[in-house]
């Protein structure tokens, strides 16, 4: 069995904090949602952690038991070995469960990339659907993901693997293997192709954002943990984790989400294609009053639709929240509280900023 890292943990962080919360949404409003692992591995690390799928499976059973929906589960793994195993791991956590358990799973032993092409075929349009993309080395290819996109309430977690794609992209050996990852050659004349360092990454990183046909891409970066044993790694990055959704109310709440897995003082990693405004590394509180007080001069605009246009800064609602009271006590906005009470401030209540001229 594999060994857990550290820098593993924070993809299994994420899953287990956002699945619930993404089920809890969806579910109020529709009887049955999807998940999909399109890489799920045996379920177990070599000293008895969960993998993912035994995650997602105990994430499912404590928001099921809350809700009326029902929740089914794929977890795809290539190794027929490693799906044995999986399909052992799910059915001892899932005979913990009650028999009327409103949770089913399949453990599928194929190619994610066949699979996947066939089950997109067959999902009804109208079901939520959350695709968990964590690859051994090269993701799904993007016009797959795309399409996946396309889908009326789809979203994708994907883990992109930078350290050994950017070993990769100069080898001519290799080179069939990314383009079929983006579906085309084109990216061979790109500019990162002949950069280096920090600069050829972020401009990889911009450039495969922008061949993703999602609305919202909030990227989060992963660096090397000492056991990784790579010179220089606690400033190197090893993997990205991308959220690619088309609702703004996904992207506000995975951004709530990651950011909790950061040092509270900002550690977003923002792709240049959404990035409007210039913040600097470790943004300060300060920083998000200028801005507000810049973009939103002569206007009244509600706390939320404040939130949902700036999706793409590195500030979450309890900033946005405590920043404004702070204005309001100093005489630079006003608050029209329609939803929240007295000194509060909520989604509907209503701020306006003087010019900022």
């Known amino acids: 069995m594999e060994k857990l890292k550290e820098v593993s943990k924070a993809k299994h962080w994420i899953l287990a904090r956002y699945f619930p919360a993404w089920a809890k949404i969806l579910g109020s409003r529709y009887n049955t949602l999807l998940y999909v692992d399109c890489f799920a591995g045996e379920g177990q690390y070599a000293q008895g952690e969960p993998g993912s799928p035994m995650i997602i499976l105990q994430a499912a059973h404590a928001v099921s038991q809350r809700s009326p929906f029902s929740l089914h589960l794929i977890f795809v793994e290539r190794s027929r070995r490693r799906a044995e195993r999986l399909s052992q791991c799910l059915e001892a956590g899932i005979q913990t469960f009650p028999s009327s358990s409103a ?32 690859p051994y080395g090269h993701p799904l290819p993007v016009p797959l993901i795309n399409r996946i996109l396309s889908m009326p309430r789809k979203e994708v977690l994907l883990v992109l693997m930078w350290y050994a794609l950017n070993m990769h992209l100069n080898n001519p050996k290799v080179k069939k293997a ?21 600069g050829r990454e972020q401009k990889f990183l911009e450039y495969f954002s922008g061949q993703l046909q999602a609305e919202y891409i909030l990227p989060f970066r992963i660096l090397f943990s000492p056991e990784d044993r790579v ?5 190197r990055t090893k993997y990205y984790i991308l959220h690619l959704s088309n609702h703004i109310k996904a992207v506000l709440l995975m951004k709530e989400v990651m950011w909790r897995l950061g040092d509270e003082e900002g550690t977003f990693a923002y792709s240049a294609t959404c990035q409007q405004r210039l913040f600097s590394e470790r943004p300060a509180e300060e920083e998000l009053r200028s801005a507000l007080l810049e973009t939103f001069a002569k206007q009244t605009i509600s706390f939320q639709a404040i939130r949902e246009q700036t999706w793409h800064w590195p500030y979450i609602e309890k900033h946005y929240r405590k920043v404004i009271k702070l204005l309001e006590e100093r005489g630079k906005v006003t608050v029209l509280r329609v939803e929240s009470k007295r000194l509060g401030i909520r989604g509907r209540d209503l701020i306006t900023f003087p010019d900022n001229a």
């Open 231 to 235: 010179p220089g790694g606690e400033h």
């Open 178 to 198: 990314i383009n079929a990852m983006f579906g085309h050659e084109d990216w061979c004349n790109q500019a990162f192709m002949s950069s280096h360092g920090w």
């Open 103 to 134: 949770i089913s799973f399949q453990v599928i032993s194929a190619d994610a990339k066949d699979f996947t092409l066939r089950l997109i075929d067959v999902i009804p349009e109208g079901i939520p659907a959350f695709f968990f993309i964590d």
